[in-house]
């Protein structure tokens, strides 16, 4: 399964099904999401809002804004090759889920 670096000791852990959050290596309770929930903007920001909260203040002296680089990982997540085929299919199942997402091909 593929891991990104949200921000500091947070990192995202991912594969077609969604996202799992981890924090100093410890999976964060109640944080696994869908793609389908990611692709939702108002979700996002409060699930970036959210795992800000789990980042010590020391481990993010050098970001001027954690919710919104939280934010912008979360966004580039869904530019990902796994997100993009996860969301196409559910695209067949339900309709657009990932309108303006496909402006960069961003790849772990």
């Known amino acids: 399964m593929p891991k990104r670096r949200i921000i500091s000791t947070l990192e995202a852990v ?10 100093d290596g410890e999976a964060l309770e109640d944080m696994e999401f ?8 108002e979700l996002r920001s409060e ?3 959210e795992l800000a909260e789990y980042v ?3 481990d993010t002296e050098d ?3 954690p919710v919104q680089e939280i934010s912008t990982a979360l966004r580039q997540l869904l530019r990902t090759r796994v997100a ?4 196409a299919e559910l695209e067949e199942e339900d309709g657009d ?6 402006d960069e ?3 772990e």
């Open 14 to 23: 991912y594969d077609e099904e969604g996202v799992v959050f981890y924090c």
């Open 34 to 41: 869908g793609w389908e929930d990611l692709a939702d903007e």
């Open 47 to 49: 699930v970036a809002e």
């Open 56 to 58: 010590e203040p020391e």
């Open 63 to 65: 970001v001027d804004n």
């Open 84 to 87: 993009k085929a996860a969301l």
């Open 97 to 102: 889920l990932h309108e303006g997402l496909e």
């Open 105 to 107: 091909d961003e790849d």
